[in-house]
């Protein structure tokens, strides 16, 4: 008698991540074997490795080597970060500036570290609400300060290219910690010296 093989079920494990993307193209009507896009998986590979690289970054180790013992407690603030991050709801990107600022309590960040931080939030998928509060969180664990504000400005494909198609909206959000919120002068004082540099927040 005849025996049946047992055929085990295909999953994506059994394919490379470049023969996913070559299947994508497939399935929306393409052709992945014509010349412009024999290389297109192993940029998309490459690609959206480079666009998604926060979620193997540690925020420790961004920060190591850069948190000083000062004695200062004026706010500290910079401004206009650009970013880029990937709509967690349509994989469409997301972009604009970042503005943050904080109160210290006996410790600084290197200026070159915030928008490292920035970035490693930013490139994962994300909703803005989320990153922004991840922004500020990270500061906060990371020198405990006085209070954190940070604000994002940013505009979204998947409302400029789909849905609705408004082309000129702006989403800003905002995360407001510590003497940001509950020091009306302080929040103040923050938010005039982001618009002097001709924010439309």
Sequence with gaps: MAITPTLEPVTAADFSTQDLYRELLTRIGEDPTRDGLLR???????????????????????????????DYDEMVIVKDVEFYSMCEH?????????????????????????????DVFARRLQV?????????????????PQGVAVILEASHLCMMMRGVEKQQSTTVTSAMLGVF????????????LVRRGGSSI
């Design 90 to 118: 349509h994989l469409l990107p997301f972009f604009g500036k970042a503005h943050v600022a904080y109160v210290p309590n006996g410790k600084v960040i290197g200026l070159s570290k915030i928008p490292r931080l920035v």
């Design 40 to 70: 297109t998986p192993e940029r998309m590979e490459k690609s959206m490795a480079f666009l998604t690289k926060g979620y193997t970054q540690d925020v420790t180790e961004v920060l190591h080597g850069a948190l000083f013992d000062v």
């Design 128 to 144: 803005q609400e989320r990153l922004t509060r991840q922004i500020g969180d990270a500061i906060t664990e990371a020198i405990q």
């Design 181 to 192: 919120k509950t020091q009306l002068q302080t929040r103040n004082e923050f938010l005039a």
